[in-house]
């Protein structure tokens, strides 16, 4: 099982920025970057591949996320920025170890490990 630890959230206001670490211990094929608002289904925000470094965005965080991997650590980074109210979520760092494609890719469901969650609350 793969352990993943995440850090990073706090509160901003309308158009900063707040960088999201997860630690990581054990090999992933894919790691993710998920959230979740209140009364909402837990989405996808961006994922990368281990192995060729492809990342992938989600519509709403493309041009303002970036995500990023330092493999010295094997720590999973997510650069947030021109935050807006609506990404207020928990953000959930997520591992699996079966290269996905397609819609799999942005489906919690394919994913087996798990953070704790760090919550982003930004405020208008």
């Known amino acids: 099982q793969v352990q993943l630890v995440e850090s990073g959230g706090g509160s901003v206001q309308n158009g900063g920025s707040l960088r999201l670490s997860c630690e990581v211990s054990g090999w992933t094929e894919m790691l993710g970057w998920f959230r979740q608002a209140p009364g909402k289904d837990r989405e996808g925000v961006a994922v990368?591949?281990?192995?060729?470094?492809?990342?992938y965005y989600s519509d709403f965080a493309e041009g303002r996320f970036t995500i990023s991997h330092d493999n010295a650590k094997n720590t999973l980074f997510l650069q947030m920025n021109s935050l807006k109210p609506e990404d207020t979520a928990l953000y959930y760092c997520?591992?699996?170890?079966?290269?996905?494609?397609?819609?799999?890719?942005?489906?919690?469901?394919?994913?087996?490990?798990w953070g704790q969650g760090t919550q982003v609350t930004v405020s208008s």
């Open positions: 997520a591992a699996t170890r079966t290269l996905l494609g397609g819609t799999q890719k942005f489906d919690p469901r394919s994913y087996d490990s």
């Open positions: 990368f591949y281990t192995g060729r470094h492809f990342t």
